[in-house]
């Protein structure tokens, strides 16, 4: 079975970091392409961040670019989210997600509709 399994969110002050995990079970991630989205209540997922690997670019949101970084251990089979400075606009629901790379589109990679597989989430929460 395939499956995807978020870890890592927690409750941090303004300011500071944290490192979420997304781990895969059931299929290699090193032919995936990665994606973080989060959510808030009433709100549409949003795209966070995406990593196609194997020497491809990295796509950032703006609200997080500079401030977030991803990354991947192939040998793990996992893809991380470090996140830095963190503000209370970024508290959320964060979610992986993936689609095998041969038929992702660069365009889409906000369109959370592009993923096949997700996580089930991991809640972050930003507070003093």
């Known amino acids: 079975q395939l499956q995807l399994v978020e870890s890592g969110g927690s409750l941090v002050q303004p300011g500071g970091s944290l490192r979420l995990s997304c781990a895969a079970s059931?299929?290699?991630?090193?032919?995936?392409?990665v994606a973080w989205f989060r959510q808030v209540p009433g709100k549409e997922r949003e795209g966070v961040s995406c990593t196609k690997g194997n020497g491809g670019v990295d796509y950032y949101s703006d609200s997080v670019q500079g401030r977030f970084a991803i990354s991947r251990d192939n040998g793990k089979n996992a893809v991380y989210l470090q996140m830095n400075s963190l503000q209370p606009g970024d508290a959320a629901i964060y979610y992986c997600?993936?689609?095998?790379?041969?038929?992702?589109?660069?365009?889409?990679?906000?369109?959370?509709?592009?993923?096949?597989?997700w996580g089930q989430g991991t809640q972050v929460t930003v507070s003093s």
């Open positions: 059931g299929f290699t991630l090193g032919g995936y392409t």
């Open positions: 997600a993936a689609k095998l790379s041969s038929i992702w589109d660069p365009w889409n990679w906000r369109d959370h509709n592009a993923y096949d597989y």
